[in-house]
C-alpha cells in the first residue's frame, strides 16, 4: 500500500510526491484558495473514504460514507464528490492489497447478514403454507454470529498489522508505485 496520506494528529497529511500524480494534481490545481483549504478537505475525503485505516471504514454503504466523511471534515452541505474526485479515489483505491478489499467484502457480507436477522418474518410462508423461516435456522445463523465477528475483528487487527510492518520495513524509503503487492 503507498503512503500518500498520513493520518496524524487529527489532520490528514498529504505527501509531496501525491501532488505529482495526475488524479491528484488535478485537485490541487483546480483549488484557487492560498491555503488550498478546499484541496486538502477532498484529498482527506479520499483518505477517509478509500483507505482502511480509516475510521469510516465500518460503514459499508458508500453512499453513507461519502455522507458522513463529508459532514466530518466539515465540507460545505452543497459540496458533492464530482468526476475529478472519483477518478482519484478510484486511483487510490487501486493501490489497495488485495487483503483489504477482502475485508471490504467480509464487511459488506456481515452487513447483509445483519440486515437480514433485523427483518427475518417468522410468520412468512411459502406457497405451500410451510415457514420460510424455521425457528431452527434462525437459531443456528445466530450460534455463528460469535464465530463471524471474532473473525472479522482478527482480519481487520491482522490487515492493521500488515500495513504498520509495510511501513517499518520500508523504513524511511518511499515505495514505488508498482512496487505493491496485491
Avoid at 48 to 59: A, C, E, K, V
Amino acid at each position: 500500500m503507498i503512503r500518500l496520506f498520513k493520518f496524524e494528529g487529527y489532520n490528514v497529511s498529504v505527501e509531496p510526491e501525491a501532488i505529482m500524480l495526475s488524479p491528484f494534481k488535478a485537485i490541487w490545481d483546480r483549488d484557487k484558495h492560498k491555503d488550498k483549504r478546499m484541496a486538502l478537505q477532498e484529498l482527506s475525503f479520499i483518505y477517509f473514504m478509500g483507505d482502511p485505516r480509516s475510521d469510516y471504514q465500518y460503514i459499508v454503504d458508500e453512499e453513507e460514507r461519502e455522507k458522513e466523511v463529508a459532514k466530518g471534515l466539515g465540507m460545505p452541505a452543497t459540496w458533492k464528490k464530482d468526476k475529478v474526485v472519483q477518478k482519484a479515489l478510484d486511483f487510490y483505491n487501486s493501490f489497495k492489497p488485495a487483503s483489504a478489499g477482502l475485508l471490504e467484502d467480509t464487511r459488506v457480507a456481515v452487513n447483509k447478514l445483519r440486515e437480514l436477522l433485523r427483518n427475518i418474518d417468522l410468520g412468512a410462508e411459502d406457497d405451500k403454507g410451510r415457514p420460510i423461516y424455521t425457528l431452527n435456522t434462525v437459531t443456528a445463523t445466530i450460534k455463528q454470529i460469535p464465530g463471524l465477528v471474532k473473525d472479522l475483528d482478527e482480519a481487520e487487527r491482522t490487515l492493521a498489522k500488515d500495513i504498520i510492518e509495510q511501513a517499518r520495513a520500508r523504513g524511511s524509503q518511499t515505495k514505488a508505485l508498482g512496487e505493491d503487492e496485491d
